[in-house]
């Protein structure tokens, strides 16, 4: 099949997709086998790798499919809506060989020399802080008022961002996600990141920050704000939606929820299940072809993005053994030289937060049918819209904040709130989208 004789492309960005991706990456098998004609945007055609072993191909081989962008972004008009996720940065993302590797030694340095016991306390302080904003309530969106609040304070934690360099980031990346003022919004967040490495040079602390500031490696200021950027967006959607569909699992199948009221929390199981059935992020991981490339009698155009669908590989009917508790082979994380570099914190921050919030939560249940959730539309993410539940009001707690010790726990900036925002007044109506629900989370 050559790439003029593609049939119509498959539309990933609409609310049909978002319903059933599993439906459509059946039907695309079916029609094409392992490599499938779709459109990220519209206007913007891609290749979709659905087979397993097909992935493992193209992500093991960056000499013929490299994750330079260049080429391709200059067939696409300046306002091309994925750009802002898909343009090159000088990051881990985009980069291959030694520069790739130059960027990555930095982050997996860094990374190493957070104290599982601090990371453990920040998430668990985060959650605290966040549960009790709704304990008391007996009801509370898991996406909008957990999932994506939480890695949002543990990551300016961890980075050491005083308040005002945390809030251009957060509002930046909103702006980001909801296309709203996007490329001001993208302009904001990298300008907050080079800001807070600038902090870092003159006013050190015991933060991921300053350590990738004085990693031998010799990242100049704009590498390392764009890799603070890369790690602080990629790390705050795909944790988000790792913890929301863990709790939709286990909330709604009852291989897992019968377990919950008994004490035995089966939460890393549900991980490695959501992991190869409902990854965080369903399609990513792009590269541009050098030349026009041919698997299986189709033909992946030369510069023309390569995704893989990481949902669609991970349950490739050649590959399905049906054990996937404890089975950490899957694509979730993707593989080869790109395998992301803080897949273990992220994989830690979920469990955590998933363990803590039944721990204090331990009737949850879905405030309405499972099959009345509706999904986010999107070409790259797996998120519910809301994931609403009930239970019993809880006490709230009011810990008074521990003294940080140093240097072996990183700062904690004061940005990070010691209670939850007040509800919106009931004669304000509540935002409609779910990042506008999280930017007026953010405002209070």
């Known amino acids: 099949m050559t790439a003029e004789t593609h049939q119509e492309r498959v539309k990933m960005y609409d609310a049909q997709f978002a319903a059933d991706p599993a439906g459509v990456y059946e039907m695309l098998r079916s029609r094409y086998g392992d490599y499938a004609p779709v459109e990220l945007a519209p206007g913007v055609p891609a290749t979709l790798v659905l087979g397993y072993d097909a992935a493992l191909g193209v992500l093991r081989d960056p000499g013929t499919f490299p994750k330079d962008p260049r080429r391709w972004q200059q067939t696409m008009p300046p306002d091309c809506p994925v750009m802002l996720v898909m343009g090159y940065r000088p990051n881990v993302l985009y980069t291959d060989g030694s520069e790739h590797a130059r960027f990555r030694r930095t982050i997996t340095d860094a990374f190493e020399r957070v104290p599982p016991a601090a990371m453990r306390e920040y998430i668990e302080q985060s959650a605290d802080v966040l549960i009790d904003g709704f304990a008391a309530d007996g009801e509370a969106d898991l996406c909008a008022q957990y999932g994506v609040r939480l890695p949002l304070l543990v990551f300016n934690r961890l980075f050491g961002c005083p308040p005002d360099i945390a809030d251009r980031l957060v509002r930046g990346l909103i702006a980001m996600a909801e296309l709203v003022d996007a490329e001001k919004g993208g302009a904001m967040f990298t300008q907050a990141a080079r800001d807070l490495v600038a902090l870092k040079r003159v006013s050190p602390g015991a933060d991921l920050t300053t350590w990738m500031v004085e990693h031998p490696a010799g990242l100049t200021d704009e590498e390392l704000g764009d890799q603070i950027g890369l790690l602080m967006a990629t790390g705050t959607e795909p944790v988000s939606n790792l913890i929301t569909n863990a709790l939709h699992l286990l909330l709604s199948d009852d291989r897992f929820a019968g377990d919950l009221s008994g004490g035995s929390l089966p939460v890393e199981d549900a991980?490695?299940?959501?992991?190869?059935?409902?990854?965080?992020?369903?399609?990513?991981?792009?590269?541009?072809?050098?030349?026009?490339?041919?698997?299986?009698?189709?033909?992946?155009?030369?510069?023309?993005?390569?995704?893989?669908?990481?949902?669609?590989?991970?349950?490739?009917?050649?590959?399905?053994?049906?054990?996937?508790?404890?089975?950490?082979?899957?694509?979730?994380?993707?593989?080869?030289?790109?395998?992301?570099?803080?897949?273990?914190?992220?994989?830690?921050?979920?469990?955590?937060?998933?363990?803590?919030?039944?721990?204090?939560?331990?009737?949850?249940?879905?405030?309405?049918?499972?099959?009345?959730?509706?999904?986010?539309?999107?070409?790259?993410?797996?998120?519910?819209?809301?994931?609403?539940?009930?239970?019993?009001?809880?006490?709230?707690?009011?810990?008074?904040?521990?003294?940080?010790?140093?240097?072996?726990?990183?700062?904690?900036?004061?940005?990070?709130?010691?209670?939850?925002?007040?509800?919106?007044?009931?004669?304000?109506?509540?935002?409609?989208?779910?990042?506008?629900?999280?930017?007026?989370?953010?405002?209070?």
């Open 271 to 444: 991980l490695d299940e959501v992991l190869w059935t409902d990854p965080p992020i369903a399609n990513f991981g792009f590269t541009y072809p050098v030349r026009d490339v041919e698997r299986d009698g189709y033909v992946m155009p030369a510069d023309q993005p390569v995704g893989i669908a990481y949902k669609a590989v991970n349950t490739d009917p050649s590959k399905n053994t049906g054990q996937r508790v404890g089975n950490r082979a899957h694509l979730a994380f993707s593989a080869g030289a790109h395998t992301c570099p803080a897949k273990n914190p992220a994989r830690s921050m979920a469990s955590i937060a998933i363990e803590k919030l039944l721990d204090r939560l331990p009737d949850l249940d879905l405030a309405i049918s499972a099959d009345k959730l509706q999904w986010r539309p999107g070409p790259f993410h797996r998120s519910l819209a809301a994931l609403p539940v009930r239970f019993a009001p809880a006490a709230v707690l009011v810990p008074t904040p521990a003294p940080v010790p140093a240097p072996a726990v990183p700062a904690v900036p004061a940005r990070v709130p010691v209670s939850a925002p007040a509800p919106t007044a009931p004669s304000e109506p509540a935002p409609s989208s779910f990042w506008a629900r999280v930017a007026a989370w953010w405002k209070v």
